[in-house]
């Protein structure tokens, strides 16, 4: 019974194609709008483990190294982007990440709960702004 | 019989631990660490050829162990996340019976993708990571697409075992 199940689900069908070209239609449509809409970030807001830290203008140039328990992150400002020149997790994947400057961009490090987005300007929720 | 099925699907669970850390040797630079989803093919064929409760068995027991091996309790909730959520799509599909391994492959890579995202969205409360949705989707329909023509050809080349 195992086998005669399978072999029919073998060959690509025109269910498939359809299936594959909504989710693209969806996610080009998305992506598109995304890159339209793109406005050059105002500033940096950090969240660590869900609460917004500080906010630093994307204008000036910082660098600062946001710590967490054990764990850091460095995060460089330099001609309006921003970006994790190193940080203290094992995989440094918030460092491959590169560079963000635009609206809605965000630098994330998991490991350390540490997240940077960026944003049009500092809402007046936030406790810190450095 | 049972022996033989246990023996058997550990070592496809182990294939799978392995595809898991050899995507993890390679840095994509796309964000967060998207993975390509290497140990699909494993998991698709033991749903397509073998069958529904192993699927399951296999996938958990598989994102368990990576995390215990060579992550930390955080990436376990993720990879939870994303297995759940691509198993549970995956078997629908496979159940409806009208989409083939590939269709099925290609939205259990989108259902993980989404299930990470989901869960980093909740752990880091800020909605801003689904920015990145949109990649993440596309990336994961490509990587669907090559792991559902691999999971295709071992189905139909790997000898009748269990």
């Given at each position: 019974m195992c086998i005669k199940y399978s072999m029919k689900l073998n060959k690509i069908n025109r269910n498939d194609i359809i299936l594959i070209a909504v989710l693209l239609c969806i996610s080009l449509v998305a992506l598109l709008i995304f890159s339209l809409t793109k406005t050059e970030g105002g500033y940096a807001v950090v969240v660590i483990d869900g609460t917004e830290v500080a906010t630093y203008p994307l204008n000036q140039d910082t660098e600062v190294k946001l710590t967490y328990q054990n764990d850091f992150n460095l995060l460089?400002?330099?001609?309006?982007?921003a970006k994790i020149k190193d940080a203290s997790c094992p995989d440094k994947l918030c460092v491959h990440q590169g560079e963000v400057m635009y609206n809605g961009e965000s630098l994330v490090c998991l490991p350390n709960k540490i997240s940077v987005k960026i944003v049009s300007d500092a809402e007046s929720n936030i406790d810190i702004i450095s | 019989m049972k022996a033989k099925r246990?023996?058997?699907?550990s070592l496809f669970c182990a294939l799978a631990m392995i595809m898991s850390y050899l995507e993890s040797l390679v840095p994509l630079p796309l964000p967060f660490g998207i993975k390509v989803g290497l140990p699909n093919i494993i998991i698709v064929f033991i749903l397509c050829r073998i069958g529904i409760k192993e699927a399951i068995a296999v996938s958990l027991v598989r994102v368990i162990l990576v995390s215990l091996l060579f992550g930390n309790a955080l990436s376990l909730v993720?990879?939870?996340a994303g297995a759940i959520l691509s198993l549970t799509l995956m078997i629908v599909l496979s159940l409806l019976k009208n989409f083939s391994t590939v269709g099925i492959s290609v939205v259990g890579g989108v259902a993980h993708n989404a299930g990470q995202i989901i869960v980093a969205c909740i752990?880091?409360?800020?909605?801003?990571?689904?920015?990145?949705m949109p990649i993440l989707a596309i990336s994961g329909i490509v990587a669907g697409v090559l792991v559902g023509i691999m999971?295709?050809?071992?189905?139909?080349?790997?000898?009748k075992i269990i």
């Open positions: 460089v400002i330099k001609d309006g982007a | 246990i023996t058997v699907l993720y990879s939870l752990v880091m409360d800020t909605a801003q990571i689904s920015y990145y999971g295709n050809l071992l189905i139909k080349k790997f000898p």
